[in-house]
């Protein structure tokens, strides 16, 4: 699930107690795993725009012609799942 998404993506260990998630491991890995939750939550409230993504080096921005976005996508983000999974990394349309 989500958990093992943001774990794998952010190298953090990620937890949930209740309504609290805590994150263990490096800062910078704590660091991912935090931004990358907000990420999540920010996307079922509609596209997501990371600030700044060309100065991190865990972005990577790849352009999708519109005519191709549902062959990416994948019924109900589908493919876009898998190769999250293959990969250890979270996408999504900006």
Same mark, same amino acid.
């Given at each position: 699930g &989500?958990?093992?998404? $943001?774990e794998r993506s952010s190298g953090a260990v990620v937890q949930y107690?209740?309504?609290n998630a805590f994150f263990s491991g490096t800062r910078e890995q704590r660091r991912r795993a935090k931004s990358y939750m907000k990420w999540l939550?920010? %996307? $079922?409230e509609g596209p997501v725009y990371v600030d700044g993504? %060309? +100065?991190r080096d865990d972005c990577t921005v790849v352009e999708v012609?519109? +005519?191709?976005?549902?062959?990416?996508t994948g019924a109900r983000r589908? &493919? !876009?799942g898998c190769m999250e999974e293959e990969w250890g990394? !979270?996408?999504f349309f900006m």
């Open positions: &989500t958990r093992k998404k $943001l107690v209740g309504h939550f920010e %996307q $079922l993504w %060309q +100065d012609p519109c +005519d191709c976005v549902g062959y990416i589908a &493919t !876009l990394v !979270l996408m």
